[in-house]
């Protein structure tokens, strides 16, 4: 404790504090130092404070508040309070750098995972496989035989001529053919698939037994019949196209997208 005469230190302060309009009370909260340590430092009550350590915290802390020297006003603390020795501040000491084998951190491994997932999903989705398979079940069904068909090949025929004798103008072999199945008494379900503008990747099962897998490229068709079920997996939905049971052509899905689709009588 000192004397108020003694007390410089809460005089610059106070006087510091009140040349700019400011109250006790709004330099605690802005401060956020306890109000009754704020006045025990203007009046010079160190004894009220909770001790020396916390004590030069709250001068620096006051101090730059006010914009005062906080290093003298320390100084003056010690001086007042009957320090033997002063207070020095001294810089935090950096350590030598050190030649060290270089550690992977968790950070650079999690990124080269990511890396890696991501160059692997960019070479599933090159192949069509990475989109989250979709089933579309046109009517509930189990599979018990299989009546495979074989592929309907088209023969070479001779040039046809009109009644008249003139030869009709020939067929643009870029033009897309119009298939049209009309399904039987003895094959209650009939499928024709054709790949148009890409490729894809397909499966077929008829009755359930494995009929076909893999690549198929542009222009590929085949016809499939079954007794009960057609299922049908595209890894390229919509490069493939469906006639199912005589009905108008239909894109299985998307660019890209995996798409199951059952085919059955209904």
Avoid: C
């Avoid at 610059?12 to 956020?32: D, P």
């Avoid at 935090?92 to 692997?120: D, E, K, M």
């Avoid at 119009?178 to 894809?200: A, E």
Wanted: aromatic share 6%.
């Amino acid at each position: 404790m000192t004397n108020a005469g003694n007390n410089r230190l809460g005089l610059r302060f106070r006087e510091a504090r009140e040349a700019r309009g400011i109250s006790l009370a709004q330099a605690s909260s802005e401060t956020r130092i306890i109000q009754r340590y704020l006045a025990a430092l203007e009046h010079g009550e160190y004894h009220h404070l909770p001790g020396d350590v916390y004590a030069r915290g709250f001068i620096r802390n006051y101090a730059q508040y006010l914009n005062l020297p906080a290093d003298e006003l320390i100084d003056l603390y010690r001086i007042e309070r009957g320090a033997s020795t002063p207070i020095q501040v001294v810089p935090a000491a950096v350590p030598p750098r050190r030649n060290t084998i270089f550690l992977p951190s968790l950070w650079t491994v999690i990124l080269v995972v990511l890396a890696l997932v991501v160059i692997g999903y960019l070479t599933l989705n090159a192949l069509g496989l990475t989109t989250i398979n979709s089933t579309q079940v046109a009517g509930a069904s189990t599979s018990t035989s299989v009546i495979p068909t074989p592929t309907l090949l088209a023969t070479p025929t001779a040039q046809p001529t009109n009644p008249d004798g003139s030869v009709p103008s020939p067929i643009n072999p870029l033009a897309t053919p119009t298939v049209t199945i009309t399904p039987t008494q003895d094959v209650p379900v009939q499928v024709v698939l054709r790949v148009d503008g890409g490729s894809s990747w397909l499966q077929v099962l008829v009755d359930g037994q494995n009929t076909i897998e893999g690549i198929q490229s542009n222009g590929w068709t085949q016809t499939f019949s079954a007794q009960q079920t057609v299922q049908v997996k595209a890894g390229n939905a919509a490069v493939v196209e469906v006639i199912h049971n005589g009905k108008a052509p239909v894109r299985m899905g998307a660019p890209n997208q995996v798409v199951t689709t059952i085919y059955t009588p209904n």
